[in-house]
């Protein structure tokens, strides 16, 4: 703290016997309830959105881990697997396939976006939200129309991750593993 602020906090409180507003601000003590210059606003907004944007790519990455630990899903992905029987391809498939289940049940909470049942009739009303259905085949006109649910489609209802580690490198799937 500055010597000035010192002696301005010193004054104000055996003048006034508080601090006034504007020291109260100086001394980080409280908001300031100015408007910020336009410069400094854009720049602490585009600091928020890049923070929120590494938040959500350290989750992404996160996730990743966690379906790489828990069902070695990176390892089968990045895997050649023509050289292998379909047998061999799909007894693989059933390990990973139960260990990527375990963790959505676990960590992403899922629902269907349309709950009527694969194959049935649906229709699709004008205020449907383009974003959650996707029309497929032979397409012409707008809503409403009439149609059969191919696919229920999936929405995220929750995520549940984990905290995030404090200290590390964030960009790191698996770390490797060296056997000595």
Not at 68 to 94: H, K, N, T
Not at 120 to 134: L, M, Q
Request: with cysteine; proline share 6%; net charge neutral.
């Amino acid at each position: 703290m500055s010597l000035i602020l010192a002696l301005k906090a010193f004054f104000s409180i055996l003048f006034k016997g508080k601090l006034s507003e504007n020291l109260l601000v100086e001394l980080k003590l409280k908001p300031s309830t100015e408007p910020l210059p336009a410069e400094e606003h854009t720049r602490l907004l585009k600091r928020a959105e890049e923070q929120a944007e590494e938040i959500g790519r350290q989750r992404v990455i996160q996730l990743l881990a966690i379906l790489q630990r828990d069902a070695r899903l990176i390892d089968f992905i990045c895997e050649d697997i023509r050289p292998y029987s379909d047998a061999q391809v799909g007894a693989a498939v059933r390990t990973l396939h139960e260990g990527c289940r375990k963790i959505l049940e676990k960590y992403v909470l899922l629902e269907p976006v349309m709950s009527a049942d694969e194959g049935s009739s649906v229709e699709i009303t004008a205020e449907a939200d383009p974003s959650t259905i996707k029309l497929i085949g032979n397409v012409s006109g707008r809503p409403p129309m009439k149609g059969v649910l191919r696919h229920k489609g999936w929405r995220v209802v929750k995520i549940d991750l984990p905290a995030l580690p404090q200290s590390g490198d964030k960009s790191i799937v698996a770390a490797a593993e060296v056997e000595v």
